[in-house]
Nanobody, 125 residues
Framework: QVHLVESGGDLVHPGGSLRLSCAAS????????MGWYSQAPGKEREVVAL???????YYADTAEGRFIASRDDAKDEVYLQMNSLKPEDTAVYYC???????????????????WGQGTQVTVSS
């Protein structure tokens, strides 16, 4: 089990930047992937960026070239540097982590995906 806490969301103007942070605590050695999802009102939650435990990254098409996800395993933190922000980026951003299956099975846990509480990003002029 892990707890995820995000911070860094704010109101910014179009073209501005934000840096989101997420701190994990608990059984962090079980974490495989970490990353970020976004959800706007009335819309489905969708992936923004993921970082695996080797540092490899995946980006949604809407994030590619503008956002950078990174991970500091020593601090059990993941970050999202958001540049060239657009109004359509406005959403609640959720930190995400999943466990390797070995940890899940050995501990008898019923889930292997974890979410933070979300942090609001608003891009408006």
């Amino acid at each position: 089990q892990v707890h995820l806490v995000e911070s860094g969301g704010d109101l910014v103007h179009p073209g501005g930047s934000l840096r989101l942070s997420c701190a994990a605590s608990g059984d962090t050695i079980c974490i495989s992937n970490m990353g970020w999802y976004s959800q706007a009102p009335g819309k489905e939650r969708e992936v923004v960026a993921l970082v695996n435990n080797a540092g490899g990254t995946y980006y949604a098409d809407t994030a590619e070239g503008r956002f950078i996800a990174s991970r500091d395993d020593a601090k059990d933190e993941v970050y999202l540097q958001m540049n060239s922000l657009k109004p359509e980026d406005t959403a609640v951003y959720y930190c995400y982590a999943d466990f390797n299956e070995e940890c899940t099975v050995q501990h008898g846990w019923l889930k292997n995906e974890y979410w933070g509480q979300g942090t609001q990003v608003t891009v408006s002029s």
